[in-house]
C-alpha cells in the first residue's frame, strides 16, 4: 500500500484506520474460536464457519459478521468447522444453502467427522458470486446444515453482497487538440464513507494535469459550522497545495499532480458532522457518486490514447464507530478508462487562373480548420505538385498565415505551364501540432 507524505503534525489518517480495523478484527477472532460449547450430557455438534482455511490453525480465523463484504463477480474461501460435544462420534453430512440465486458454494469435501477426544474437524467451503447477484446495502444470510445419523444442525452466517466500483469518468471519450477536459473519480455501492486513498495514473506523453477538486458532498451553502456559515461548498486546490482544513469542506485533504511520472494522489478523511453524526456519501446500486474531478490538458504536440488507470486505492466506511478499509481487488471493483486525444481536422483547396500556356500564374492554396468547438488557426507549409513533369513552380512550398482567430491560412506559389492543355494541381498540407494534414482534391489549370 502506498502511502503519502504528511504535512504538518497530522500522521496517516489511512494507517491508524487500518490498523484500528486489524486490532478490532484481532479481538474478535480470538472471542469467536474460543468460545466453543462446553461439554454437555448429551452428544451434539456445533457448526463454525468463518474467513480461513483447515491448514491454519483456527485462532487465525476471521469470525464473519453482518459487515462482512464480497464483490459480485468473485470468489472466495471459507473454512466450515465442526466441535463435537457430550461424546459425540459420528459422519456429518454438509450442505451449503443460498437465500439469493447466483451464489454457490462448493464443498470439495462435504463429510466431516467431529468427535470429543478429536482434533477439529474442518473442511473448505468456497464461494462464487455471480456478476449478475443482486447488491443490497444490507447483509444476506447463508447457511451450512450438517447432518449425521441422529442430529441435524444448521449454521446461519451473514454476508454483504456489493458491486463496490470506483471508476473513471471522463466528460468525453474523445477530446480535440488543443483542449482541456475533465475526469471525475466516482463511486457505486458503497455506503458511509469516512475516508479514501486514491492515485490516477495517466499517459502523460499525451496529456498532463492542471488540478484536482474533492467534490462539494459535505455542506451545503447556508450551513452554518462552528459559527462559520459556509458561503461556497467544494474544496479546489492548486497543484502541489499544503494540507488545507476548511470548515465548510467536511474533510481534511491533501493531494499531489505530478506530471513527470504521470500520477495525481489525493487522500481525504472526512471531519465533523460527516463523521459523528451522518453518513454524507451513498451511493446505493449503480449510482455513481463523484468524490473528485482532475482537469486535464492536451500535450503539444503529441496525439493518442490517453490511458487512465486508478492504483493505491482505499476505501474506508464507517460502521458505528469502527472504521472498516476496503482495498481493491477484493473490497471493490476498479474500472480504468481510456480517452483518445485527437488532432483537429483540417482541409485543403487550390485554386490556379487559367494562362495561356508559357505564362505565369498564382496557384493559392487554402487550408481550414474544419472541426466542431471553436477554431484554431492552422499554420505550416504546403507541398504543391503538376503532373506536367516540364512546368515549374516558383517554389513548391510555402507557408501558410492567417489572421487570429480564423478558420482558414492561405499561402501563394507562382506556377508557369509550359505547355498548352490541361496540368492537374494538388497542394498538400502537411499538419501542425494542433491539426492533422490532408490533401486537396485535382485543380485542373487550363493553359491555351
Same mark, same amino acid.
Given at each position: 500500500?502506498?502511502?503519502?507524505?504528511?504535512?504538518?503534525?497530522?500522521?496517516?489518517?489511512?494507517?491508524?484506520?487500518?490498523?484500528?480495523?486489524?486490532?478490532?478484527?484481532?479481538?474478535?477472532?480470538?472471542?469467536?474460536?474460543?468460545?466453543?460449547?462446553?461439554?454437555?450430557?448429551?452428544?451434539?455438534?456445533? =457448526?463454525?464457519?468463518?474467513?480461513?482455511?483447515?491448514?491454519?490453525?483456527?485462532?487465525?480465523?476471521?469470525?464473519?459478521?453482518?459487515?462482512?463484504?464480497? =464483490?459480485?463477480?468473485?470468489?472466495?474461501?471459507?473454512?466450515?468447522?465442526?466441535?463435537?460435544?457430550?461424546?459425540?462420534?459420528?459422519?456429518?453430512?454438509?450442505?451449503?444453502?443460498?437465500?439469493?440465486?447466483?451464489?454457490?458454494?462448493?464443498?470439495?469435501?462435504?463429510?466431516?467427522?467431529?468427535?470429543?477426544?478429536?482434533?477439529?474437524?474442518?473442511?473448505?467451503?468456497?464461494?462464487?458470486?455471480?456478476?449478475?447477484?443482486?447488491?443490497?446495502?444490507?447483509?444476506?444470510?447463508?447457511?451450512?446444515?450438517?447432518?449425521?445419523?441422529?442430529?441435524?444442525?444448521?449454521?446461519?452466517?451473514?454476508?454483504?453482497?456489493?458491486?463496490?466500483?470506483?471508476?473513471?469518468?471522463?466528460?468525453?471519450?474523445?477530446?480535440?487538440?488543443?483542449?482541456?477536459?475533465?475526469?471525475?473519480?466516482?463511486?457505486?455501492?458503497?455506503?458511509?464513507?469516512?475516508?479514501?486513498?486514491?492515485?490516477?495514473?495517466?499517459?502523460?506523453?499525451?496529456?498532463?494535469?492542471?488540478?484536482?477538486?474533492?467534490?462539494?458532498?459535505?455542506?451545503?451553502?447556508?450551513?452554518?459550522?462552528?459559527?462559520?456559515?459556509?458561503?461556497?461548498?467544494?474544496?479546489?486546490?492548486?497543484?502541489?497545495?499544503?494540507?488545507? =482544513?476548511?470548515?465548510?469542506?467536511?474533510?481534511?485533504?491533501?493531494?499531489?499532480?505530478?506530471?513527470?511520472?504521470?500520477?495525481?494522489?489525493?487522500?481525504?478523511?472526512?471531519?465533523?458532522?460527516?463523521?459523528?453524526?451522518?453518513?454524507?456519501?451513498?451511493?446505493?446500486?449503480?449510482?455513481?457518486?463523484?468524490?473528485?474531478?482532475?482537469?486535464?490538458?492536451?500535450?503539444?504536440?503529441?496525439?493518442?490514447?490517453?490511458?487512465?488507470?486508478?492504483?493505491?486505492?482505499?476505501?474506508?466506511?464507517?460502521?458505528?464507530?469502527?472504521?472498516?478499509?476496503?482495498?481493491?481487488?477484493?473490497?471493490?471493483?476498479?474500472?480504468?478508462?481510456?480517452?483518445?486525444?485527437?488532432?483537429?481536422?483540417?482541409?485543403?483547396?487550390?485554386?490556379?487562373?487559367?494562362?495561356?500556356?508559357?505564362?505565369?500564374?498564382?496557384?493559392?492554396?487554402?487550408?481550414?480548420?474544419?472541426?466542431?468547438?471553436?477554431?484554431?488557426?492552422?499554420?505550416?507549409?504546403?507541398?504543391?505538385?503538376?503532373?506536367?513533369?516540364?512546368?515549374?513552380?516558383?517554389?513548391?512550398?510555402?507557408?501558410?498565415?492567417?489572421?487570429?482567430?480564423?478558420?482558414?491560412?492561405?499561402?501563394?506559389?507562382?506556377?508557369?505551364?509550359?505547355?498548352?492543355?490541361?496540368?492537374?494541381?494538388?497542394?498538400?498540407?502537411?499538419?501542425?501540432?494542433v491539426h492533422s494534414g490532408s490533401k486537396s482534391p485535382n485543380f485542373n489549370l487550363i493553359a491555351t
Amino acid at each position: 500500500m502506498e502511502t503519502f507524505p504528511q504535512k504538518k503534525n497530522r500522521k496517516g489518517l489511512i494507517a491508524a484506520i487500518i490498523i484500528i480495523a486489524v486490532i478490532v478484527g484481532g479481538i474478535s477472532s480470538y472471542v469467536l474460536l474460543n468460545g466453543r460449547s462446553q461439554a454437555t450430557d448429551q452428544p451434539d455438534f456445533k =457448526l463454525i464457519v468463518a474467513i480461513g482455511s483447515p491448514g491454519i490453525p483456527p485462532s487465525q480465523w476471521t469470525p464473519l459478521t453482518d459487515t462482512t463484504t464480497l =464483490l459480485n463477480g468473485t470468489s472466495t474461501n471459507l473454512v466450515v468447522a465442526a466441535n463435537a460435544t457430550g461424546g459425540f462420534n459420528d459422519l456429518v453430512q454438509l450442505k451449503f444453502g443460498s437465500p439469493v440465486s447466483g451464489v454457490t458454494g462448493d464443498l470439495p469435501r462435504s463429510i466431516i467427522h467431529p468427535c470429543s477426544q478429536c482434533q477439529l474437524s474442518a473442511v473448505t467451503l468456497t464461494l462464487k458470486i455471480a456478476p449478475s447477484v443482486p447488491a443490497q446495502k444490507a447483509a444476506y444470510n447463508f447457511n451450512v446444515t450438517g447432518t449425521s445419523s441422529s442430529i441435524n444442525r444448521t449454521q446461519t452466517f451473514p454476508l454483504r453482497i456489493r458491486s463496490s466500483t470506483l471508476s473513471i469518468a471522463p466528460s468525453s471519450p474523445q477530446v480535440l487538440k488543443p483542449s482541456t477536459f475533465q475526469v471525475g473519480i466516482g463511486i457505486s455501492d458503497f455506503y458511509n464513507l469516512q475516508a479514501f486513498q486514491i492515485s490516477l495514473d495517466f499517459n502523460q506523453t499525451i496529456v498532463r494535469a492542471v488540478n484536482d477538486t474533492l467534490a462539494p458532498i459535505f455542506y451545503p451553502t447556508g450551513t452554518n459550522v462552528n459559527g462559520t456559515v459556509c458561503t461556497e461548498a467544494g474544496f479546489s486546490s492548486p497543484c502541489s497545495c499544503d494540507s488545507i =482544513l476548511t470548515p465548510c469542506d467536511g474533510f481534511i485533504a491533501e493531494n499531489s499532480l505530478n506530471n513527470t511520472i504521470g500520477k495525481v494522489s489525493i487522500v481525504a478523511t472526512l471531519i465533523g458532522r460527516c463523521l459523528i453524526t451522518a453518513p454524507c456519501v451513498d451511493s446505493p446500486g449503480i449510482q455513481v457518486f463523484t468524490i473528485a474531478n482532475v482537469t486535464f490538458a492536451t500535450n503539444t504536440p503529441w496525439a493518442g490514447i490517453a490511458s487512465f488507470k486508478l492504483t493505491n486505492a482505499i476505501l474506508t466506511d464507517l460502521e458505528g464507530q469502527l472504521p472498516i478499509p476496503f482495498f481493491a481487488p477484493s473490497g471493490f471493483h476498479l474500472a480504468p478508462q481510456n480517452v483518445t486525444v485527437a488532432y483537429r481536422a483540417s482541409r485543403t483547396l487550390v485554386s490556379c487562373p487559367s494562362v495561356p500556356h508559357g505564362t505565369m500564374t498564382s496557384c493559392t492554396a487554402i487550408v481550414t480548420d474544419i472541426s466542431p468547438g471553436p477554431v484554431v488557426t492552422p499554420s505550416g507549409s504546403v507541398a504543391f505538385a503538376s503532373n506536367s513533369t516540364t512546368s515549374s513552380f516558383s517554389s513548391t512550398t510555402c507557408t501558410i498565415a492567417g489572421s487570429g482567430g480564423s478558420a482558414s491560412a492561405t499561402c501563394s506559389v507562382n506556377y508557369t505551364p509550359d505547355l498548352a492543355g490541361t496540368h492537374v494541381i494538388t497542394a498538400t498540407y502537411v499538419g501542425d501540432s494542433v491539426h492533422s494534414g490532408s490533401k486537396s482534391p485535382n485543380f485542373n489549370l487550363i493553359a491555351t
